[in-house]
């Protein structure tokens, strides 16, 4: 059973999906969730399977105080990098929240303060505290149905199985067809570089 929280309540946690894609935004959200929240399924997204994480995404959304999610999207990420990117995304998402968070409990070991509120980078955080267990659900989710969508429109790079993670048939796909407009210029996209005309 993971933690309800760090330090308070009205504590937002945030996590980031689709930092590793060659393609495709990097989502952000945000979560605040009461203290009376339980959950035995909840955890790293990662960690859950497809269906477990669309059920979860359900109560999350009808059962937290609030929550917001945000994506960043590859232009920006080529323009500032995929480390800018993915803060500026929880901070999209942390400023879209109805209710000010008290506390940031924040994923991973990287963020830049967020007004004045008082934030705790925790590694792993998604596998220790709700909040951001929930907030990596939410950001998995949402961007695996963005990247579902952008599948319909170019099919060859198979977006709707990898969501624009560099799989082995991804990377072929992009020697095959090039890069589309939605792959991230400053990522190396394939092993050996090509010179695509972008």
């Given at each position: 059973?993971?933690k309800?929280?760090?330090?308070l309540?009205?504590?937002a946690?945030?996590?980031?999906?689709?930092?590793?894609?060659?393609?495709?935004?990097?989502?952000?959200?945000a979560?605040?969730?009461p203290?009376s929240?339980?959950?035995?399924?909840?955890?790293?997204s990662k960690k859950?399977?497809?269906?477990?994480?669309?059920?979860?995404k359900?109560?999350i959304?009808?059962?937290?105080?609030?929550?917001?999610?945000?994506?960043?999207?590859?232009?920006e990420?080529?323009?500032i990098?995929?480390l800018?990117?993915?803060?500026?995304?929880?901070?999209?998402?942390i400023n879209?929240?109805?209710?000010?968070?008290n506390?940031i409990?924040?994923?991973?070991?990287r963020?830049?303060?967020?007004?004045t509120?008082?934030?705790?980078?925790?590694?792993k955080?998604?596998?220790?505290?709700?909040?951001i267990?929930?907030?990596?659900?939410?950001?998995k989710?949402?961007?695996?149905?963005?990247?579902?969508?952008?599948?319909?429109?170019?099919?060859m790079y198979?977006?709707?199985?990898?969501?624009?993670?560099?799989?082995k048939?991804?990377?072929e796909?992009?020697?095959?067809?090039?890069?589309?407009?939605y792959?991230r210029?400053?990522?190396k996209?394939?092993p050996?570089?090509?010179?695509?005309k972008?």
């Amino acid at each position: 059973m993971l933690k309800q929280f760090y330090k308070l309540e009205n504590e937002a946690g945030t996590d980031e999906a689709g930092r590793g894609c060659l393609a495709g935004p990097v989502t952000a959200a945000a979560v605040i969730l009461p203290s009376s929240f339980k959950n035995k399924v909840l955890n790293d997204s990662k960690k859950l399977i497809s269906s477990s994480r669309a059920s979860l995404k359900s109560i999350i959304e009808n059962e937290s105080i609030c929550y917001a999610v945000k994506h960043v999207f590859e232009q920006e990420i080529d323009e500032i990098n995929i480390l800018n990117a993915s803060i500026k995304a929880m901070h999209l998402a942390i400023n879209e929240l109805t209710v000010s968070p008290n506390f940031i409990i924040v994923d991973g070991n990287r963020f830049k303060k967020f007004g004045t509120i008082e934030h705790e980078c925790i590694v792993k955080g998604d596998a220790k505290f709700m909040s951001i267990a929930a907030a990596s659900i939410l950001a998995k989710t949402y961007r695996d149905e963005y990247m579902t969508q952008l599948h319909h429109k170019y099919p060859m790079y198979n977006w709707a199985k990898n969501k624009g993670y560099p799989t082995k048939e991804h990377r072929e796909a992009i020697r095959v067809h090039g890069p589309s407009p939605y792959h991230r210029k400053s990522f190396k996209l394939l092993p050996e570089q090509l010179h695509f005309k972008f």
